[in-house]
């Protein structure tokens, strides 16, 4: 026997800045800022993140890039390595990615990749609470995620080992 079961995933998509609550867009806009220091020299592509942490603080991020490619690494994960290494005690509450070329104002689409996912995954369990994300979509829309388990369902967890 073979059941088909479908997956449902929620998320908002928020038509523009201003439609976001004033903590987010302060959020939001720092991952915008945080684009002007990615380190980016091979690919252009000036990836900015930045999340609020339970205290009220905000950190940022972004992509850092290497002659021997493999070294470089994401901003989502350079960000959440740097504040899970400094901030281990705090909980991470919403975090903003946001895209850019270089030389260009407008911002892409931002799509964390499958291994940012799975580093998102492991520091919401660890801290049993969702991580609430906003990621920079087409048109100046933003996409708006409650929790880490939209944006990867199936995700492994301490539970499988
Ligand atoms: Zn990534």
């Known amino acids: 026997?073979?059941?088909q079961v479908?997956?449902?995933i929620t998320y908002e998509v928020v038509s523009s800045i201003e439609e976001l609550t004033e903590q987010e867009r302060q959020v939001f806009h720092l991952a915008q800022q945080a684009t002007d220091n990615a380190y980016a020299p091979y690919s252009n592509y000036l990836v900015g993140a930045a999340l609020l942490l339970s205290d009220g603080s905000t950190h940022q991020g972004t992509n850092q890039e290497n002659a021997a490619f493999p070294s470089?690494?994401?901003a989502e994960r350079t960000l959440l390595f740097g504040v899970g290494s400094n901030h281990p005690?705090?909980?991470i509450e919403l975090m903003a990615v946001t895209v850019r070329r270089r030389h260009e104002s407008h911002f892409l689409k931002a799509c964390p990749c499958g291994a940012c996912r799975q580093v998102l995954a492991e520091?919401?369990?660890r801290q049993h609470s969702p991580i609430r994300l906003l990621l920079q979509a087409e048109d100046g829309?933003?996409?708006r995620l409650k929790s880490?388990?939209?944006l990867l369902p199936f995700m492994f967890?301490?539970?499988m080992l």
Request: net charge negative; aromatic share 4%; glycine share 4%.
């Open 1 to 3: 026997m073979i059941e």
């Open 6 to 8: 479908q997956l449902n």
């Open 72 to 74: 470089g690494l994401c």
């Open 89 to 91: 005690d705090k909980t």
């Open 123 to 125: 520091y919401q369990n």
């Open 141 to 143: 829309k933003i996409t």
């Open 148 to 150: 880490v388990e939209d």
């Open 157 to 159: 967890t301490k539970d």
